[in-house]
């Protein structure tokens, strides 16, 4: 059994008082099991500042997280804000793991920190929650897939860390207080566990009934579909193209992708349209896979989050929801980007349910496979996954 605790501040300069902050909202260490850990998000101006470092040393456990540009927990929510969902046991084990830095797709330094994280538990993790850098010669299918490959399948939620900047240049990753740019933290958790995954992206109402089969593709870069080039098939949809070639909106129109392996589809957003009319994509969409569109707004985030959460309330009651949203949905929300997290706030009302919403640049989930019910570790965009434990 998990007890989970939550806490926040929005004080950034101050380091004491925010320091001070977290650790009386968590309350007594006394009241603590014997193993614990801590899943920290915020703005980046934390990391600058010394409260991630001083928090960190402050608190007697391991502690992983990232940056964000919104994050909530209950009793707050918004951009400039450091959170940190405390997750504490006598029958759970933690254990926190770094990779070296990574460069390419080289599944070397995972594996190393795969394996030294996991021979300090006394049995095989049954959960990874994982927080990757946003690097740009590595996507989120890598992530997911070579984690898989080392940990020989261990369900795996996270996130892609994000910042406030267009660029993401600030996002960083954070492992014992120190932040990184090119380093994977996470930590595995073994023992008396058992974590349910459910997700939410675009309703079936909001996806185009023309489909069509990919025909080559690069990895995220889909060239042709049905053997024509993509931005011929999204204009069939609808999508319009400027005097300068340019593709109007085409970050609302996201690729909903069957791998036609058993598995649910996931969601692929388009980032952009090469001069040559290729879509480049938040992830790998292989050759063979089959399309649809989609449509995403603010509208159907609220809706689609509101059945979600009222979903999972209507079960039974779990001990903590860890929750990561796309940034799409962040900006699809327009000029109340808080919406979502305020939605969620709204939902859960008073009831005791610790829990803790970030924003990412790729939402790390596993899916279940329609002809086994096994499990499979996917990458995911314009989605709202929820492990609840």
């Known amino acids: 059994m998990i007890k989970a605790y939550s806490a926040f501040t929005d004080e950034i300069d101050d380091v004491e008082a925010a320091v001070a902050s977290i650790v009386d909202q968590i309350g007594s260490f006394d009241r603590l099991k014997k193993n614990t850990v801590g899943l920290l998000t915020c703005y980046s101006d934390f990391a600058e500042s010394g409260v991630v470092r001083e928090l960190c040393r402050a608190l007697p456990f391991d502690v992983i997280g990232s940056t964000t540009l919104g994050n909530a927990v209950r009793g707050s929510s918004g951009n400039m804000l450091l959170t940190i969902l405390v997750l504490t046991s006598d029958d759970v084990e933690f254990s926190a793991g770094l990779t070296s830095p990574l460069s390419r797709d080289d599944d070397a330094p995972l ?29 989120g299918d890598f992530y997911a897939n070579a984690m898989s490959a080392v940990s020989g399948g261990v369900p795996n939620v996270g996130m892609l860390a994000v910042d406030n900047n267009s660029d993401y240049r600030d996002s960083r990753v954070f492992c014992g207080g120190e932040a990184y740019s090119d380093r994977l933290a996470f930590v595995l958790l073994a023992g008396d566990l058992d974590p349910k995954f459910m997700m939410v992206s675009i309703s079936p109402e909001r996806i185009f009934m023309e489909k069509g089969v990919v025909t080559s593709s690069r990895g995220n870069q889909v060239q042709t579909v049905n053997e024509r080039p993509v931005i011929e098939y999204l204009e069939s949809l609808g999508v319009k193209r400027g005097e300068d070639g340019a593709a109007s909106g085409v970050n609302s129109f996201p690729f909903v992708v069957d791998y036609n392996d058993g598995t649910t589809p996931a969601v692929r957003v ?3 349209i090469t001069p040559e009319g290729y879509a480049v994509c938040g992830g790998d969409i292989p050759n063979g896979a089959t399309l649809s569109v989609g449509r995403i707004d603010a509208a159907e985030i609220l809706s689609t989050t509101g059945e979600l959460i009222s979903d999972i309330l209507s079960g039974s009651e779990p001990g903590c929801m860890i929750m990561f949203s796309c940034v799409g949905r962040y900006f699809a929300l327009g000029y109340n980007p808080t919406a979502e997290m305020d939605k969620i706030q709204e939902m859960m009302g008073e009831n005791n349910i610790p829990y803790q919403i970030t924003y990412s640049g790729g939402e790390l989930c596993p899916v279940r496979s329609r002809s086994d019910s096994s499990l499979i570790n996917r990458n995911h965009n314009d989605t709202l996954v929820v492990c609840l434990l």
């Open 111 to 139: 594996r190393e920190a795969w394996e030294n994280a996991s021979s300090k538990l006394a049995a095989k993790p049954s959960l990874m929650l994982s927080y990757a850098p946003l690097l740009v010669p590595v996507s």
């Open 270 to 272: 388009i980032f952009a």
